[in-house]
Structures are given as C-alpha cells and as structure tokens.
C-alpha cells in the first residue's frame, strides 16, 4: 500500500479538526502560492470548507475567500499526474491573456468530495484546475484557442485551512 501524501495527512487533519464544526461544507481545495516541483515546495494552502454560520474560536485558522469568479478545466485521470496536469495551468494563464481576462489570485486544484484516484474511471473528472479571475470579456463568453476553459462563480464563505 502507497503511503499517503502529505496534501492527503493534511486534508485527514482538517477534515477530522472541521467536524465539530458540521463538517465538509463543499468542494476541498489546494492553492498554490508558489511553484511546486523538484527545486520549490510551494508554499501551497489546503483547504476544506465548513459552513460559514457556525461559531468557530479563535484557536481555529480560518481563511475567509470572497465570492469571485474562476476559469477552470476539468480534469480527467490521465491528466492528473505531473507533468501532465502543468500544461493545464499554462493553458489557462495562455488563454487569459488572449482573451484579456485578469488572473487574480493564486492558483487551485478544487477536488470532488467523493475523490478516489484508485476507482476513478477513464472519463471522471478528478479536480478541476482553476484560477480566480476578475475581467469577463464583453463578448458572449464563447472562448477561443486550443483550450475549452469553462468560467464559473465561486462562493467560498470560509473554510478551515493549513
């Protein structure tokens, strides 16, 4: 059996640490501060959300993300691995710049709740790679280039995250 990561340790830990707090409240996250590969680690940001009504003490990091709006594509398997998933941020980062969108924060890997890498079938979506975007183009959204980008609004109130 393959020893768990250390994304998969901390995504165990905050899911058990958000249960007195109602527990998985959406789509579990990973964004990217730095560059991750041999030479850097990150520095990257886990995150799961909890639902933002619930009272929480201070003794909880808590990371408060505004509703904005993302540019993302699925990911399959065959497309999660390193290098391959690289090229997806790339297209992304190359097809905002043909577009005039405006990248705006760091980049993501939002997750499926029910993720299973081991079970997940030729055609199932793992995560989707996103960035945070601010400018929409004024034309009726239909994209251009290479890659089929989808743009959609997020509304993270808040999550418990490393």
Do not use: K
């Not at 003794?59 to 540019?71: C, I, N």
Request: glycine share 8%.
């Amino acid at each position: 059996m393959a020893r768990p990561s250390r994304a998969t340790r901390a995504t165990d830990r905050l899911l058990a640490s958000a249960r007195p707090y109602g527990g998985l409240a959406g789509a579990r996250l990973i964004i990217f501060h730095g560059e991750v590969s041999e030479d850097s680690d990150g520095p990257v940001e886990i995150c799961v959300p909890i639902d933002p009504v619930r009272p929480l003490p201070d003794t909880v990091a808590v990371r408060t993300e505004l509703e904005h709006r993302e540019a993302y594509v699925p990911i399959p398997p065959a497309q999660f691995a390193v290098p391959q998933i690289l090229s997806t941020y790339d297209a992304i980062v190359a097809w905002a710049a043909e577009n005039d969108v405006t990248i705006v924060g760091s980049p993501r890997e939002i997750y499926g709740e029910d993720l299973d890498l081991e079970t997940a079938g030729r055609d199932d979506i793992v995560c989707h790679v996103a960035f945070p975007i601010r400018h929409l183009p004024s034309w009726d959204h239909r994209l251009s280039g290479s890659i089929r980008a989808s743009i959609a609004l997020a509304g993270f109130a808040r999550g418990v995250g490393l």
